[in-house]
């Protein structure tokens, strides 16, 4: 079975630290995709960044940027200058044929 | 551009009452999905469909039941509400070619007595 684990169930830093959200997943496949979507305290998930397992490079958006270890079947989120609006759940997920699977996230407190 | 809509944003129910979430995406997506959110644990895809007049059971489908109504629409319908369902119920959409990036609806809280 395909499975997604978030080993953090809660991480707090501090406002303008650098944070990495771990997530490690199972798979048999070769090609697929990672995400990452954030949800505030809104309520609304966002897609934060993605990955395609094809490309070596890791992904980046601004302050988001990720380690994506293939062969560990590894997927962390790293944040930096880390902001109020950052605190959220954080979602790591896999795509399997057009079905995402979820981890169970980790809340992120950035604190002033 | 209003996105993906879901009504109600919250209901109580008794159990055994009946109840239908519905869900309309204005992005001309042609996949959705119905998801439930409890503490603790990541989303559950409860029901999904990949087309416009398919539908296709997610990892916890049993007590529900949808309909694509056409392509902007997908509804979830509770016959008979238990308290084990009370929930966050989201409603997301995704457009072909561009996999993985689902686009979500604010939530329904939902919560069975």
């Known amino acids: 079975a395909q499975t997604v684990t978030q080993s953090q169930p809660e991480m707090s830093v501090q406002e303008a630290e650098t944070v990495t959200l771990s997530c490690t997943y199972d798979t048999s496949e070769s090609n697929y995709y990672l995400f990452w979507y954030k949800q505030p305290p809104s309520r609304q998930m966002i897609l934060v960044i993605r990955q395609e397992a094809y490309k070596q490079q890791n992904a980046t958006e601004n302050r988001f940027s990720v380690n994506f270890q293939k062969a560990a079947k590894s997927f962390s989120l790293k944040i930096s200058d880390s902001q109020l609006g950052d605190t959220a759940m954080y979602f790591c997920?896999?795509?399997?044929?057009?079905?995402?699977?979820w981890g169970a996230g980790t809340k992120l407190i950035i604190k002033p | 551009n209003a996105g993906v809509t879901q009504t109600p944003k919250f209901q109580v129910l008794k159990t055994g009452q009946s109840m239908t979430l519905q869900c309309a995406q204005d992005m001309n997506h042609n996949s959705m999905y119905w998801y439930r959110q409890d503490p603790g644990m990541g989303l559950r895809l409860i029901y999904y469909s990949a087309s416009e007049g398919t539908t296709d059971k997610g990892e916890v489908p049993n007590g529900y039941n949808v309909s694509r109504l056409n392509k902007r629409e997908f509804s979830l319908r509770l016959e008979s509400a238990a308290p084990s369902q009370t929930s966050v119920y989201f409603c997301?959409?995704?457009?072909?070619?561009?996999?993985?990036?689902?686009?979500f609806g604010e939530g329904s809280r939902l919560t069975v007595l």
């Open positions: 997920a896999f795509d399997s044929n057009y079905q995402l699977i």
């Open positions: 997301a959409s995704m457009r072909w070619g561009n996999t993985g990036e689902l686009f």
